[in-house]
């Protein structure tokens, strides 16, 4: 397995991790903000998603290929998110990886965010979860640590506030501070990082599902999509419509839902066909 690898954001200005607004105040011009959901190790569909912008002469591009053909920063002005479930269901989880971690090592600090997934938490806790057949569930005390250490470093977030929306990946019916949300998955991931390895490791990963509920918690009854779940795992259908503006995945559709002010945007395992223009409407793209 190869896990994201760490980076770290501007210990001078800690909040880059937390929202917009820190870069929106030592910019002139405020970055456009472009999203993209559940990739779940299909590279190639990510891949054109990515390069659709610069198919549309009025944007400029976001990535840019190099003569490798591999995706490269291309240095313009945006913030990228991840908007959780970068792995499980595609074939080719590793090189998604790669390509998230590349993109964040090249991109100025605060530039490129990893909201976790469930398929990620799965991976924090995969000892806990019956999901060994899945790459998640095949993480390493190695591959979690590595992925334990991007959450402590700002990289891997809970949610990310936006102009207009919050960015998390399966959303919330209550209003929540982001600030507040990512210093509870911070505390989950610094519990998990005193444990592993070692006897308590498999009882702390359960530990953390229930104490740090608001972001990781599983739902009541049968499913973990249910009502009742945390951050990264509430299915769509259980969003009001008088929820807060989020932008979000984790609940596949063919094409972009809205209900409310909740935008669903997991688009690419219902459109695995599609040719590479269809692609710009897996993106959420927002300013100001």
């Keep these: 397995m190869n896990p994201i690898q760490e980076h770290s954001v501007s210990v001078s200005d800690p909040g880059l991790k937390d929202g917009v607004t820190a870069l929106q105040a030592t910019h002139d ?10 990739i779940h190790g299909y ?13 549309r002469s009025r944007h400029d591009p976001i990535v840019q290929t ?27 989880n590793e090189a998604v990886l790669q ?26 806790s995969a000892d806990h979860y019956p999901y060994s057949g899945w790459y998640a569930g095949q993480s ?14 700002g990289f891997v977030v809970a949610a990310y506030q936006g102009y207009n929306y919050t960015y998390a990946h399966a959303g919330s019916n ?28 498999a009882t702390r990963q359960k530990a953390v599902i229930d104490r740090y509920s608001r972001v990781l918690g599983t739902g009541n009854g049968v499913s973990p999509k ?7 795992w509430l299915d769509f259908a259980h969003l009001s419509a008088d929820a807060p503006a989020q ?9 972009p839902q809205q209900k409310g002010q909740v935008i669903c945007q997991n688009v690419i395992r219902r459109n695995e066909h599609q040719n590479n223009l269809w692609w710009w409407n897996s993106l959420c793209r927002n300013t100001r």
């Design 247 to 255: 932008i979000v995945g984790h609940t596949k559709f063919k094409t």
């Design 174 to 201: 209550e209003p929540y501070d982001v600030k507040e949300t990512n210093q509870q998955l911070l505390a989950a991931a610094e519990d998990l990082l005193g444990a592993i390895g070692t006897q308590t490791d």
């Design 29 to 38: 011009e405020p970055p456009a903000i472009v999203s993209i959901s559940d």
């Design 140 to 153: 390493d005390v190695q591959d979690r640590r590595a992925l334990l250490h991007s959450i402590r470093d």
């Design 66 to 92: 190099d003569d490798t053909g591999r995706l490269q920063w291309a240095n313009e002005n945006y913030i990228l998110i991840f908007n959780g479930d970068l792995i499980d269901r595609g074939p080719a």
């Design 99 to 124: 390509m998230v971690s590349r993109l964040g090592a090249q991109a100025p600090t605060g530039r490129v965010r990893v909201t976790l997934g469930n398929h990620e938490a799965i991976a924090l």
């Design 43 to 55: 590279l190639d569909r990510a891949r054109s998603a990515l390069l659709s912008l610069r198919d």
């Design 226 to 232: 249910g009502e009742g779940a945390g951050l990264v």
